[in-house]
């Protein structure tokens, strides 16, 4: 790891950080806090916002204005992230410096005017907790050092000690919350249990997902004991980031739809409806969205989850879902290469969706995170016209 110390603060190593007062470990007791130590609120209690429209329509009101965020709004396209960016060769060690965090998390916020933070992490920094070593190479990837290839290791797999080894993640989420102040609230997240599972097996990304599945269908009491695992880490992850202060978990499930609607609703629908259960059963004020990426055929399972809100990928005609189900809050779903279109043909673009969308609580967004080369002027348009009534 490179020695930033003195560049914004300090990086944390990700092993074995644990931030003063803190207890041990949340998987086997509750933590000792009990206030937010960003808003000296109750610790996961709701904090009032000046701009609280993905609260409101995450919660079925009408929101002032409607609000919308980008799925990796904090990334690539922005030249403040590149900047930040390029003091880490190693992408986990940008993850693991807090106050470098809390700056990239805020950027999308000041740069383009979207109505949430999004904390920046990843999905897989759950990995190495879980004895899993991840790095993320740059034309590849993420890629495990050593994926779960044997029964025996996925049945001693541990739960890892959350608050010594994800602590860097609590820090980022203060800081972030400090930053934000009561402008916007903020997104926290965790990978949905199959798209995790998918990178501990595989190894990386992967075309067909065919080793996750082959354990799915072939030992499906392996995999169920995986899945198990990780969902019940996966809530103690979320549970602590809604502690240390996130307003919004986001569980990102994207390749949930490489399975058959009888493989989900069998094998994961269970897993990660127990997550949300879990979340909303301490936590009822918290939205949870759930989003999947290429799973148009899985909807209506991901209409029974609990999820407040449904995040639909680009592959979804946005009327056809919202008059299929009448009563569920959506999210999402312009096709993320329309922001290569004109700023004007942009703006038609949401026009459309407004019309599609008319009187209902809605969270626009796009169908799958913002790709790195589009022109922040373009994301810019995309909110603008979000916004404009
Ligand atoms: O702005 C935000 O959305 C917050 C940050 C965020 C990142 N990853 C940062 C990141 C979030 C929410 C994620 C989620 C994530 N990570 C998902 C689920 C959402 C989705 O996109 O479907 C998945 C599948 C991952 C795993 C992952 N992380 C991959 C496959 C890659 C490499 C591909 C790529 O885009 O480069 C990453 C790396 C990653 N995570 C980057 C960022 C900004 C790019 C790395 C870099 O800046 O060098």
């Given at each position: 790891m490179v020695?930033?110390?003195g560049l914004a603060g300090v990086t944390y190593p990700g092993r074995h950080y644990r931030p003063a007062g803190s207890a041990p470990s949340i998987c086997s007791k509750l933590p000792n806090m009990s206030e937010s130590?960003?808003?000296?609120?109750?610790?996961?209690?709701?904090?009032?916002?000046?701009?609280s429209s993905l609260l409101d329509a995450a919660q079925g009101r009408m929101p002032a204005r409607p609000p919308v965020w980008i799925m990796r709004q904090a990334g690539r396209y922005l030249a403040d992230y590149r900047r930040v960016r390029s003091l880490f060769p190693n992408f986990l060690d940008f993850c693991r410096s807090p106050e470098h965090v809390a700056e990239v998390t805020v950027q999308p916020v000041d740069q383009i005017g979207v109505d949430a933070a999004i904390l920046f992490s990843d999905i897989l920094v759950l990995l190495p907790p879980m004895g899993l070593s991840v790095e993320?190479?740059?034309?590849?990837?993420?890629?495990?050092?050593?994926?779960l290839r044997d029964d025996a290791v996925i049945a001693a797999l541990p739960d890892g000690d959350l608050n010594s080894e994800l602590g860097y993640v609590f820090e980022g989420i203060r800081l972030s919350k400090k930053a934000l102040g009561d402008r916007v609230p903020l997104i926290g997240f965790a990978g949905g249990p199959f798209t995790v599972a998918s990178y501990m097996v595989?190894?990386?990304?992967?075309?067909?997902?065919?080793?996750?599945?082959?354990?799915?269908?072939?030992?499906?009491e392996v995999f169920t004991v995986l899945i198990g695992k990780l969902a019940s880490v996966t809530s103690a992850y979320l549970r602590e980031q809604v502690r240390h202060g996130a307003d919004v978990i986001t569980i990102m499930d994207s390749w949930a739809g490489y399975l058959g609607p009888e493989a989900y609703r069998a094998l994961v629908f269970p897993h990660t409806r127990k997550i949300i259960a879990t979340l909303k059963a301490e936590f009822p004020h918290v939205p949870v969205v759930h989003y999947a990426n290429g799973a148009p055929h899985l909807l209506p399972h991901f209409t029974e989850l609990?999820?407040?809100?449904?995040?639909?990928?680009?592959?979804?005609n946005l009327g056809d879902a919202l008059r299929a189900y009448p009563n569920q809050i959506f999210q999402g779903n312009?096709?993320?290469c329309a922001l290569y279109a004109s700023p004007q043909q942009i703006a038609a673009k949401v026009k459309a969706m407004k019309a599609e969308v008319g009187g209902r609580a809605h969270v626009y967004n796009l169908g799958h995170g913002i790709l790195p080369d589009i022109s922040p002027d373009h994301a810019r348009a995309f909110v603008d016209s979000v916004h404009e009534s």
């Open positions: 020695g930033l110390r130590k960003a808003t000296g609120a109750p610790a996961g209690a709701a904090q009032k916002f000046r701009n993320f190479q740059e034309k590849k990837g993420p890629v495990v050092a050593n994926p595989e190894g990386g990304s992967s075309k067909e997902l065919a080793r996750l599945k082959a354990l799915m269908f072939s030992r499906p609990g999820a407040d809100v449904v995040g639909l990928d680009w592959r979804v312009l096709d993320p």
